[in-house]
């Protein structure tokens, strides 16, 4: 078959073509969503980042002092860690139970069990 008898979606100047534009089109969406749309479309709200926002609104806000800059920025340092703690506690409460739970069923119960909690747990 002769290059003028061959269809043209199989001439190689027109597959690398698309593959060039399909390649484009990949790396300008890997980028817009790298670089703009993903935090917008999945926010994930972090306490640190959070206390760091209130704590300039609130220095710039109230025209705070220096000294009552630290002392702000202490008391949210001190609620960051006590908030790490609670969220550390509830976990190990969370595995204490489960553990308790599983020591009371039998090993048919336990898988079935297991199986119900993983369900919970994910998205």
């Known amino acids: 078959m002769t290059a003028a008898e061959r269809p043209g979606w199989q001439d190689p100047r027109i597959l690398a073509m698309l593959f060039f534009v399909f390649l484009a ?35 710039h806000e109230l025209n705070l002092t ?5 002392k702000l920025r202490s008391i949210l340092d001190d609620f960051v860690a006590y908030h790490h703690d609670l969220e550390e506690q509830v976990e190990s409460y969370r595995a204490t139970g489960k553990n308790r739970i599983l020591q009371i069923l039998t090993p048919e119960q336990r898988t079935r069990f297991l199986k119900l909690s993983s369900d919970l747990t994910e998205p």
């Open 25 to 59: 089109g990949a790396a300008v969406g890997a980028l817009t969503m790298r670089y703009g749309l993903h935090e917008r479309m999945h926010p994930h709200p972090r306490l640190s980042d959070a206390t760091t926002i209130s704590f300039e609104k609130l220095r």
């Open 66 to 70: 220096d000294e009552q800059s630290e």
